[in-house]
């Protein structure tokens, strides 16, 4: 049987000790091919390089295995693996990560690992964004692989329903401590933010994003729910937004031409 | 009756002609506060601004109206006026737009300006991002604001399904061949990409992002379809990206430990 031929992304940037740990596991699956921004692209969404130049250059980071830095935006990066490096040969599987930090529930539209893996998806490529829920540049990748194999290996052998990727996010827990993995929902919670104000140098008043994740959503079908009690989520995601439970109520908005009435 | 207090965004920047006429028409409507980027901010999707600090002035473009320019994305604007500039003084809806340019069907994954409407919602705010499907600088807005009017007191009146946006896109078109406005769903639709190779002046290799947009769903109850049918779309989006068809596909992956097996 011919290798399946694994593109790899992430949103730390290349040289990330996540996406590493991601190759580790890739490379025992199949043929892996690397694409990943030169620098941190956290909170990136699904932001796209329009009104600039980017820059792709060969990286010599991983022995033996073909690897590209971009200067883009992740999901630049899937863009340009598909365009212009692999050039018409289609991966079997996308997987982006390790992410360091969580994107359970609301995260996944603010990341730019998860983007990275819809725009896969959006091209029929079967994909995966990976989260390990430990900000440390020094986190402890270990625990998750034999579980992450599971995963890619199942997505490998059975596909992915059209438009859907997985959004997978792993507890920082001991390999003992793991419970196994649960397929969930993404849970209602979101960011409540505050600014912190401050000075630069020259006296002018700036302002730093921060927040805390605030979840009031206690189904225990949900992801958040899984990661508190020790469980990876897997939760499958999608980019059609569309609210259908909410057409029904817009049907007066409809009209014939406004200067008809 | 209090006038209502609307909050106005977009993100081709503050002073795109786009964004004035969206505050012609909220000032018939309530009292309008402006913050919105200080530059272009296009495909910048859900991006916010993590690693750096973000500027905050106020900006006298709109005569007689509260109005800052930030540098920071269109969520951050959204982030920005909820916590800095509102202080708890929670607005009755969130405008973004007028987008020079179509964000129907997928556009809406890469849209700073839905992105930013998508970012009210979260907070509870009823939003609607508002594009017309011309590029030109100086396109002409005029013939969609008597509709742009209509949905916005719908909203005012009738509020919003919780969770929910909605992404309105307007052909270009004039008064009397704008046929009204028809509710959808988002068109299963792609842009397929092409990379323009060149050369940057010291010889060095850039990519510039190029592609076209590329619409094989067929339903006549798509925004695509109503838009290329002369009228006015409106679908309501939403943030809970869960694909929950998916999840029965995967009941195989759900696990206990892999080291108890």
């Given at each position: 049987m011919k290798k399946p031929l694994i593109l790899v992304t992430n949103d730390d940037g290349i040289t990330a000790p996540g996406i590493n740990a991601l190759v580790d596991v890739a490379k025992s699956l199949g043929e892996v091919v690397i694409v990943a921004p030169n620098s941190p692209q956290s909170g990136m969404g699904h932001a796209i390089t329009i009104h600039d130049p980017i820059r792709l250059h060969k990286a010599k980071v991983f022995k033996g295995i073909e690897a590209f830095e971009c200067s883009g935006t992740p999901v630049d990066c899937v863009k340009l693996a598909?365009?212009?490096?692999?050039?018409?040969?289609?991966?079997?599987?996308?997987?982006?990560?390790?992410?360091?930090?969580?994107?359970?529930?609301?995260?996944?539209?603010?990341?730019?690992?998860?983007?990275?893996?819809?725009?896969?998806?959006?091209?029929?490529?079967?994909?995966?964004?990976?989260?390990l829920l430990d900000y440390a540049y020094n986190a402890d990748f270990n625990p998750c692989k034999p579980y992450l194999k599971k995963i890619m290996k199942y997505v490998l052998e059975k596909g992915m329903m059209e438009g859907s990727l997985l959004n997978v996010n792993i507890p920082k827990l001991t390999a003992e401590e793991i419970k196994g993995i649960r397929v969930c929902r993404q849970a209602e919670a979101r960011w409540v933010e505050e600014f912190m104000e401050n000075e630069d140098p020259r006296g002018q008043k700036i302002y730093w994003l921060t927040g805390k994740f605030e979840n009031e959503d206690n189904g225990e079908d949900t992801?958040?729910?899984?990661?508190?009690?020790?469980?990876?989520?897997?939760?499958?995601?999608?980019?059609?937004?569309?609210?259908?439970?909410?057409?029904?109520?817009?049907?007066?908005?409809s009209s014939s031409s406004l200067l008809k009435q």
């Amino acid at each position: 049987m011919k290798k399946p031929l694994i593109l790899v992304t992430n949103d730390d940037g290349i040289t990330a000790p996540g996406i590493n740990a991601l190759v580790d596991v890739a490379k025992s699956l199949g043929e892996v091919v690397i694409v990943a921004p030169n620098s941190p692209q956290s909170g990136m969404g699904h932001a796209i390089t329009i009104h600039d130049p980017i820059r792709l250059h060969k990286a010599k980071v991983f022995k033996g295995i073909e690897a590209f830095e971009c200067s883009g935006t992740p999901v630049d990066c899937v863009k340009l693996a598909k365009n212009v490096i692999l050039k018409g040969r289609v991966p079997d599987l996308c997987v982006s990560g390790i992410n360091h930090g969580s994107n359970a529930s609301i995260n996944i539209i603010y990341s730019g690992t998860l983007s990275a893996a819809m725009e896969a998806s959006l091209e029929g490529i079967p994909s995966i964004g990976f989260s390990l829920l430990d900000y440390a540049y020094n986190a402890d990748f270990n625990p998750c692989k034999p579980y992450l194999k599971k995963i890619m290996k199942y997505v490998l052998e059975k596909g992915m329903m059209e438009g859907s990727l997985l959004n997978v996010n792993i507890p920082k827990l001991t390999a003992e401590e793991i419970k196994g993995i649960r397929v969930c929902r993404q849970a209602e919670a979101r960011w409540v933010e505050e600014f912190m104000e401050n000075e630069d140098p020259r006296g002018q008043k700036i302002y730093w994003l921060t927040g805390k994740f605030e979840n009031e959503d206690n189904g225990e079908d949900t992801d958040v729910w899984a990661l508190e009690n020790g469980y990876i989520s897997v939760v499958p995601s999608m980019h059609d937004l569309t609210n259908y439970k909410a057409i029904p109520h817009l049907v007066a908005l409809s009209s014939s031409s406004l200067l008809k009435q």
